[in-house]
């Protein structure tokens, strides 16, 4: 009777273990990764769009970006706030799904299509969309209309890449406009400050995108020093002297500091 006993408790308590560690798996797979929608863009290699509106321009070609770059429905966009945020995007609505994981920088916005019509809505470059395949099955991916995947937010990493400011065209001392890229970590930004010399931190206005403004009354000068602040983490950094007394629009100016 007592080992019939033992028996059963045994048993119960391989049934609980079990139990439980089916529920932690699917608390895992349901908080960290979600389900989208997937199109793409532009050349079937290129980096989708040499504009875009977050306002990162041909820097989306080139390293540290790549052209691993995409477009954001609505959810992802957010109007603007998205810029520069990061996601992993695994294939697995196809049989030329490769099922390894990519990462993509959020650098453009799609309004229409099946991107207002999913809640979350990846149009990806086309060299993007390529890596989602298996080898030599990069134009059959390409054709296959909209396609599912899995995604979850993943942390930016440009290796060896420090923070850049590059001027707006139409920058000038009352009027300071510039697109910051190549963030770390969180990749957004929820304040940027700009203290010309001689003066205080003046807060800068986002322009529902990666450029930032501040418009004066009077001639700021520089040299100027830039603080920013992450956008989920909240992680505050400054570099100094970042923006020189002689700057030009459209010029690009490097920072020695990263999230």
């Not at 196809?94 to 099922?99: A, D, F, N, Q, T």
């Not at 990519?102 to 809505?121: F, K, L, N």
């Not at 205080?200 to 040299?223: C, D, T, Y």
């Amino acid at each position: 009777m007592a080992s019939s006993q033992r028996y059963f408790a045994l048993l119960a308590l391989f049934a609980v273990s079990l139990k439980f560690c089916y529920c932690q798996n699917e608390t895992i797979d349901v908080a960290g990764w979600g389900t989208a929608g997937v199109t793409w863009y532009g050349e079937p290699f290129g980096a989708g769009s040499t504009g875009g509106a977050c306002g990162y321009g041909s820097a989306v070609a080139n390293p540290p970006l790549y052209a691993m770059v995409s477009a954001g429905g609505p959810s992802l966009f957010n109007n603007g706030k998205g810029c520069g945020t990061c996601y992993q995007v695994v294939c697995i609505g196809h049989p030329v799904c490769s099922g390894s994981p990519i990462t993509v920088t959020i650098t453009d916005e799609c309004p229409g299509g099946p991107c207002a019509s999913e809640p979350v809505h990846f149009d990806l470059s086309g060299k993007a969309m390529g890596a989602l395949a298996k080898p030599g099955q990069a134009d059959q991916l390409r054709s296959a209309g909209v396609i599912r995947v899995n995604y979850k937010r993943a942390a930016c990493l440009y290796r060896g890449t420090n923070i850049v400011f590059r001027m707006d065209a139409g920058a000038n001392p009352y009027y300071i406009s510039f697109v910051v890229e190549y963030e770390n970590g969180d990749g957004d930004l929820s304040n940027v400050e700009i203290q010309p010399a001689g003066g205080s931190f003046i807060s800068m206005q986002e322009m529902r995108s990666a450029v930032w403004k501040v418009n004066s009354g009077s001639a700021l000068r520089g040299p100027f020093n830039i603080r920013l602040t992450s956008g989920e983490s909240h992680k505050v950094i400054v570099t100094y002297n970042v923006i020189p007394a002689n700057w030009k629009p459209d010029e690009s100016y490097r920072s020695i500091v990263n999230f």
